[in-house]
């Protein structure tokens, strides 16, 4: 089902044919488009229409670009920052405009709940603030009170300022506290527990994941649905951006024709914008979309589509590098063939390798492919070296959108989805439903034996060696070999990951939290 | 395609090396190439055409990264060989060969094997065949061996390959040609002793890359004949790109592209802008377009004549080469500068040798100039030329004078006269000979100065100077010298920048309240340390979005209008986690993990 997402429009020039033809082949789950340009005159119309509207267009940006900040602002060395700070600084904010703060919405009933988690935790972190407290005791008595009813976050940096800077700091924290004296205590212990509101939606996020996958998709639906309801900002200065952007269109094609490979960067999602490119400037043309942002996406799966349905080659290559010289090779011969290749995120995690890169980097200089993709991560330039730039060929273009990044991150594993463990009960369930008996018996095992473990916070993992023990006494493995294929097989799925002791024993952890799993085994029971 | 006339100087260098690679090791030619890797493979390209076309078909290039192991190597090797060995052919069996390769144990033997049925092959074939590929190649052509970046292969492979090829040498004519960007020690650093004494290494150095560029400016830029023109800024941009950036003459070229077609985009009177011929047949614009034609003609060849004179002088103050002059004259009367000033000064200062050379030179310039106007000048130059021989000629009067003074000098015995005479004898003849030779000097300098000031206006100062003339340096870096990372930074501190709205003006430094999400969230995680509490941040990200919803907003403060700052909250966390501002930390629950330091 991945290539559902790899839309597929392939316009191609049938002369018998007049009418349009729309032909969905269901199978594959491929959108082809065969439409009918009565012959290649018409692409050279095309182009000789953008030519001309390129040539009116004039360059001169209207909003300047960003050069103007400077080096030393965008880059700058760390600094010690106080806890404080981002209350303060939301105070501050919100009082800009004259306006009051409402403290009242700390009164919520969500935030009152309070999990037991908490209390376990805040002692925790007494302990290593013991060793400070004698050095505050002293001066600031309340401060410290304080911080205790409200354990810090930021030991790593808290520990970096010296008692010089405590006393100002205390002042501020004064002044702070008389606006938010009323919701810091409950919020603290929101940050410790999981209370319920938090945590359905979490689960929203969770299940995005999964889509596709299993059908309730319902709960990430009210995200949405939420996010709709709240008016989207600024709609019609967006609307005005996004239509200076689409000014360009006509000469990003004239430069894509000339050989550049055009790259767009900016703070706001491109999809739609790309999106509009591809229909008003490549209807008549066969192109490819790639969503880089989808989860699953994989080079092979890219080549795979240029090969089968651009090139209509059946059969397999032994390796990516393979493949791209076939590409490369039909596409030399048939100078007639051409192919417009939009990835949308081009800088995204499937695609980040350097392999990846590598071979789209190739991808993008034969002549007769033109590439148009967009990058969203502030490190994204570094993937070139300069190898690589100079087969890519890129103009770039800044087309800042502020547009939301809906589709983007609704695939991404978002860190929400990884604070509540990286793998959702249902997946597990899925997944291990697949799996034999006795593979299933093993994987339970280890899981209690988590489970039994959980109140100890140094808990390393299950070693190796116990565990095959536990299960050949389970009469689950006759060997350790047996026994690794199927770590193996569990490892591939992701249910668990081994780490390295201090004294080089292997040890085995499941990385999901503790009442995941726990539902997981009374599902398991009520299963067997 | 200018690129390739850059690297013609190579195709002549081939040749001759080739001829060279006979001996008993392995002949391998170590090619420094310089640091400009991304221009390396042209250079190869072209070689591998004189190759072809001159000493043998079989040549494999071999990259670093297709090659982790030596098996790999030799299955890359051995499927390139054959695969030429197909094309030389041109056989309709494809498919066999195909197979083949797919299929054979490629180990040496098997390249030695198919090696000796390719070149029997060829004998046995009808005569007239062999003929012709026995003119173009030798009796049995060597197979070439290609690294193209010998700095990154590993040099476990390098070793075996060389030591194991070593064996068949005899049996295998082998050539191997390294690619080195770096210095050619690399080599004895890479192999040891033991292997590079199997090599017979000659070293070629290939041009800098700076040669390349002041090639590509000459012929391209300052040509009368191709009417499009780089602006001074433009001009700049495109040089510190090159060499702050990448010393990438591909690059350069992949700029000036972009020139010509932002030039031909943006500037309606650009039409204009094309060969004189064609450019006559407008009648109105035809004179001043001529008048610009004949300003170029001239211009060029006075620089390149001040160039000769400028790039002599010590600390060249005008620059060494001719791009830094032509900017200099491009940005603004030059004549006015003061570099120019001493220049000159130091220009008269140039012994007479030198000045002659250089008059010489300019002499050949201007008559190899197309422009009308400098006939006259030729004559001057001319008449310089003379005077200087005149000169000479008088100064050898002069020596002869001298000698015989000082023959005078020898009957005299008295140490008081002998002194007297000396000095009196060298003042004159200082005052006399110098005089002469400085006033011509400072003639000559003055009539440089007079041809500089007449010819070298800088071309803004033109009428229609925009036809032909490219300007907008800052589109230029924007597209080839981009800075996403500052786009980001003013999107996320400065919206107002982007979005017009009065609301979102705001001082520099601050952010207002109602800015979009995504900027308050970031504004507020700025003041974080390594590790972000989100409940905190939430917190935060709700006191100032309430604040700015204002207290009608407040009075409904239901479940819902939570939810949905809830929710608004996570959309922006998660384009900032997108965007890679921040990540999730496995160290404390609830908390992400800033990816960034200070601004951005």
Known sequence: DLFKHIQNQIGKSIKVQKNKTQLMVGVKRFVKKLENISDDEAQEILEEKNYVAALGLCTQDPMGNGSSVSGGEVYSFQTPKRSSKMAELASELAQTPGQSVAPDHSECPEKTAKAPQSSKRSSSDKVQQRNKKKEFVSTTPYRLRKRLTAPDPYLESESEYSASCSEEDEEDQKEVSTVLSGQKTPAKTKAASTPPPRNTLAKKNKNKMCEGMFSDNKLSQTLHDLLKKAPLAYAAEIKELNQQHERLFSKWMLQLHLGFNIVLYGLGSKRDLLEKFRISALQESVHLVVNGYFPSITLRSILNSITEDVLNHIGTFRSPPDQLEFIIKRFKEDSSLELYVLIHNLDSQMLRGERSQQILAQLSSVPSIYLIASIDHINAPLLWDQAKLSLYNWLWYETTTFSPYVEETSYENSLLVQQSGSLALSSLTHVLRSLTLNARGIFRLLAQYQLENKDNPSYPGLSFQDFYQQCREAFLVNSDLTLRAQLTEFRDHKLIRTKRGADGVEYLLIPVDDSTLADFLEKEDEDL | ?600
């Not at chain 2, 035809?286 to 610009?292: H, I, P, S, T, V």
């Open chain 2, 1 to 600: 395609s200018f690129l390739r006339r850059s690297h013609s100087e190579f195709q002549e260098k081939t040749t001759e090396w080739t001829c060279r690679m006979k001996s008993k090791e392995i002949p391998t030619a170590a090619l420094v190439l310089g640091v400009n890797v991304t221009d390396h493979d042209l250079t190869f390209r072209s070689l591998s055409e004189v190759l072809q076309n001159n000493i043998t078909p079989y040549i494999a290039f071999l990259e670093a990264k297709d090659c982790p192991g030596v098996k790999k190597l030799m299955q890359k090797l051995m499927g390139q060989l054959m695969n030429c060995y197909v094309d030389v052919d041109s056989s309709e069996d494809e498919d066999y060969v195909q197979v083949s390769h797919n299929r054979i144990r490629c180990s040496m033997t098997s390249l030695i094997n198919w090696y000796e049925s390719v070149t029997k092959k060829t004998d046995s074939e009808t005569p007239s065949k062999k003929r012709t590929s026995s003119s173009r190649h030798w009796q049995s052509p060597p197979v070439v061996v290609v690294f193209k970046d010998m700095e990154s292969f590993s040099t476990k492979v390098l070793q075996d390959f060389i030591v194991i090829s070593s064996q068949h040498i005899h049996e295998l004519p082998l050539v191997l040609i390294f690619g080195i960007a770096t210095s050619p020690m690399i080599i004895h650093s890479l192999l040891p002793h033991s292997v590079s004494s199997l090599l017979c290494i000659e070293l070629f150095q290939s041009l800098s890359c700076k040669d390349h560029l002041s090639t590509i400016i000459d012929k391209l830029l300052l040509r009368a004949s191709f009417p499009f023109k780089l602006g001074e800024k433009v001009l700049q941009v495109l040089i510190n790109i090159f060499l702050y950036h990448d010393f990438s003459v591909q690059n350069f070229v992949k700029g000036f592209q972009l020139c010509i077609v932002e030039h031909f985009c943006s500037q309606p009177v650009s039409v204009l802008c094309c060969q004189l011929v064609d450019a006559k047949k407008r009648e109105t614009t035809q004179k001043l377009l001529e008048d610009l034609h004949v300003y170029h003609e001239n211009y060029l060849s006075v620089l390149r004549c001040l160039h000769v004179f400028t790039s002599f002088l010590p600390k060249y103050p005008l620059g060494k080469q001719i791009r830094e002059l032509h900017c200099a004259c491009l940005e603004n009367q030059v004549w006015e500068t003061e570099e120019y000033e001493s220049s000159l000064q130091l220009a008269r200062m140039l012994n007479k040798s030198d000045l002659v050379t250089m008059l010489q030179q300019c002499v050949e310039i201007f008559v190899s100039s197309s422009g009308k106007e400098f006939d006259n000048t030729v004559e001057k130059l001319k008449e310089f030329l003379t005077q200087f021989q005149k000169l000479e000629a008088e100064a050898f009067q002069e020596q002869d004078v001298s000698v015989s003074s000082q023959k005078e000098l020898q009957k005299k015995t008295d140490l008081y006269h002998l002194q007297k005479t000396l000095l009196e004898l060298k003042e004159s003849r200082r005052y006399k000979k110098l005089t002469k030779f400085e006033m011509l000097r400072f003639d000559v300098v003055d009539y440089i100065d007079s041809l500089v000031r007449n010819y070298l206006v800088p071309a803004n100062h033109k009428t229609l100077h925009e036809i032909a003339y490219f300007n907008t340096a800052s589109v230029l870096r924007e597209h080839l010298n981009a800075a996403p990372r500052i786009a980001l930074h003013t999107a996320l501190n400065n919206p107002y920048r982007y979005l017009k709205n009065q609301e979102l003006k705001s001082d520099e430094g601050s952010i207002s309240n109602k800015a979009p999400d995504i900027c308050i969230v970031y504004k507020l995680h700025l003041e974080c340390g390594r590790l972000i509490n989100l409940v905190d941040w939430l917190e935060a990200f709700s006191t100032v979005v309430m604040a700015a919803e204002g207290p009608n907003a407040d009075a409904a403060s239901s479940d819902q209008v939570d939810d949905i700052i809830h929710a608004r909250f996570i959309r922006a966390v998660s384009e900032l986690e997108l965007l890679g501002f921040i990540k999730p930390s496995k160290q404390k629950t609830d908390h992400v993990a800033r990816l960034t330091w200070g601004g951005c």
